[in-house]
């Protein structure tokens, strides 16, 4: 998974964090967490595609979530970034070489067990992220550091 | 992950299929599904190094189980393959930029909780995979063609 991940929950979550509906520019929202702007843009413009967050264009414009932390999941996240790929590649391997050639039974419209059984470890993995919220994580930090918002807002300039 | 997953899953079963202790030589690992014989020694090497397979040298070696398939699991041949790595990657973004600046609460003694959130998509996947044994695969492969341990004998020039 590409380090974007990370920076994307990230900044979802100082959006989250922010509690209002003040648009955040990008370069500040990069220099939250001393990431590279650019590259990071590429992150904020994949979140808008998803519908994560939205972008008000203008001198006083930025980003700003698009639905409630409650009701973006991890998953959301990771395929607004990473795509919808599955973690498994099936090339198809069984058709190919001495024993493709061979193989007589089966009319190839049944999934190869092999991209079958890969593809379970692919489920539990979107399954449990799918199941954790962004709402939830925000708990999680409030409650290893409860001083987490106030330090968010004050990197932004909130208070 | 590369496809060398898909690789070693497939040779793996296709030794099983062939139920016996005769050694097969790399080239013939490789045509059994037509795959480049270079890269996928490398496959080989690995599932050796990680007690998979066993290699005996000499004209008449090979590559064989080194151990039951009902003791190999699909999470096996992925740590083999592609290292003990996780799926998400923490770069510890949290103490970078104005934010890790300003940070005042908590000691950075507790993982970050994106980090501890992310980590059980991470379990739930590998746990998904540990609890599938390539003899279970293999149980589905002949179910779904009744021939392919046939097939796969004659490939090997078995039959």
């Known amino acids: 998974m590409s380090k974007g991940v990370e920076w994307a929950i990230h900044t979802l979550l ?13 370069a500040q929202l990069a220099a939250g967490h001393g990431l ?3 590259y990071h843009n590429k992150q904020l413009q994949s979140l808008v595609k998803a519908e ?4 008000t264009p203008g001198p006083r414009g930025g980003f700003r979530l698009a639905r409630d932390p409650d009701s973006i999941s991890l998953l959301d996240v990771v395929l607004a970034i ?9 090339t198809e391997i069984r058709q190919c070489g001495k024993i493709g050639e061979l193989s ?30 962004l709402s939830d994580v925000q708990k999680e930090l409030d409650i290893d550091d409860p001083s987490v918002t106030t330090t968010v807002r004050r990197a932004f300039g909130r208070d």
């Open 104 to 133: 007589t039974g089966g009319d190839g419209s049944t999934a190869c067990a092999v991209k079958r059984a890969m593809y379970r470890g692919d489920v539990a993995w979107r399954e449990a992220l799918a199941a954790q919220k």
């Open 52 to 55: 994560l967050l939205t972008s």
């Open 82 to 90: 990473e795509g919808n790929g599955t973690l498994f590649r099936c």
């Open 14 to 26: 100082n959006l989250a964090m922010l509690g209002d509906d003040k648009p955040v520019g990008s």
């Open 36 to 38: 590279p702007v650019a």
